[in-house]
């Protein structure tokens, strides 16, 4: 199975910072499955970017992706209070199709 | 609009057979993929399986040996069966559309299930 490490586990930022989430492939991967979701306390995953940097429907320009290969990045332009949550990265080149342990983004 | 809602019973005791159900609208199962996955309480997410819009399926193989998914195209329904529940298969369930690229673009509330005597 495609491990995925993403770091940090978990960021205090300020609103209007710009923060970055990193993902790493034990395993090569086509940008076109390399996706992240927000997941938001007691509700479901939401995708964000889908095949690395595309914005999925109704997404904020101020999230981002970019990324080859082993290594990707998430990254969020200008923190705001509603971008409180955890986030997550998934492969979905092989299967088991694989989840990072996610990053815990919160307020300072 | 696509919605997908999970159902099926919050309880299950150890060793015995989890059924959930996933009730789809706004799409149909004949065109369209879906996926299970679940996430043990406050630990991430987990993908299960899939089935196909032709029927096939594929599994996760850590949970392959315990695993089924089915479906219903006349009630647009995706079915989970799951065998042998251990208190570690505590967690939410969710059921997803699969799309190319293998990501899931939505997503049920989830149903919580917990595995105890």
């Known amino acids: 199975a495609i491990v995925l490490n993403q770091s940090p586990s978990s960021i205090i930022a300020s609103q209007g910072e710009k923060v970055t989430i990193t993902c790493r492939a034990s395993?090569?991967?086509?940008?076109?499955?390399l996706h992240w979701y927000q997941q938001k306390p007691g509700a479901f995953p939401k995708l964000v970017i889908y095949s690395t940097s595309y914005r999925a429907s109704g997404v904020p320009s101020r999230f981002s992706g970019s990324g080859s290969g082993t290594s990707y990045s998430f990254t969020i332009s200008r923190v705001e209070a509603e971008d409180v949550a955890t986030y997550y990265c998934?492969?979905?080149?092989?299967?088991?199709?694989?989840f990072g342990a996610g990053t815990k983004l919160e307020l300072k | 609009q696509v919605q997908l809602k999970e159902s099926g019973p919050g309880l299950v005791q150890p060793s015995q057979t989890l059924s959930l159900t996933c009730t789809v609208s706004?799409?149909?199962?004949?065109?369209?993929?879906v996926s299970w996955i679940r996430q043990p309480p406050g630990k991430g997410l987990e993908w299960m399986g899939v089935i196909w819009s032709n029927g096939g399926t594929d599994y996760n193989s850590a949970i392959k040996s315990r695993l089924s998914i089915s479906r219903d195209t006349s009630k647009s329904q995706v079915f989970l069966k799951m065998n042998s529940l251990q208190t570690e298969d505590t967690a939410m369930y969710f059921c997803?559309?699969?799309?190319?690229?293998?990501?899931?673009?939505?997503w049920g509330q989830g149903v919580m299930v917990t595995v105890s005597s």
């Open positions: 395993s090569s991967i086509s940008s076109n499955y």
């Open positions: 998934q492969q979905g080149s092989s299967n088991p199709y694989t």
């Open positions: 997803a559309r699969r799309r190319s690229g293998n990501y899931f673009d939505y």
């Open positions: 706004g799409l149909s199962l004949t065109s369209n993929s």
